[in-house]
């Protein structure tokens, strides 16, 4: 069975630093695409960032110059460094894999981890 199992949340104070993890298990041939979102109480799921196996890097606005999308293909694994954190960024943070490919070549559209909540408060 294919899943992505995200890790790295937490509290932290404004101006602080976290590094979250998304590893896809499973037998897998391939991934196009891999991504975080979050999303706060009461607002819908937006992207935080992106990146395409053809190159492609996407940001949201409002995490430009302060997080880094990274990826081992190797480890079919996406990470999230997020720096000088804001109130305003805690939210439920969903790691999105896109085109995912099994090495029986069952192919997944799309695939949602669990989230993991990240909280930044003083």
């Known amino acids: 069975q294919v899943q992505l199992v995200e890790s790295g949340g937490g509290l932290v104070q404004p101006g602080e630093s976290l590094r979250l993890s998304c590893a896809a298990s499973g037998n897998i041939r391939s991934i196009d695409g891999m991504g975080w979102y979050r999303q706060a109480p009461g607002e819908q799921r937006e992207l935080v960032a992106s990146m395409y196996s053809r190159g492609g890097i996407n940001y949201a606005d409002s995490v430009k110059g302060r997080f880094t999308i990274s990826r081992d293909v190797a480890k079919n694994t996406v990470y999230l460094q997020m720096t000088s954190l804001k109130p305003e960024d805690t939210a439920v943070y969903f790691c999105?894999?896109?085109?995912?490919?099994?090495?029986?070549?069952?192919?997944?559209?799309?695939?949602w981890g669990q989230g993991t909540q990240v909280t930044v408060s003083s």
């Open positions: 999105r894999a896109v085109r995912l490919t099994t090495t029986q070549f069952y192919r997944y559209l799309e695939l």
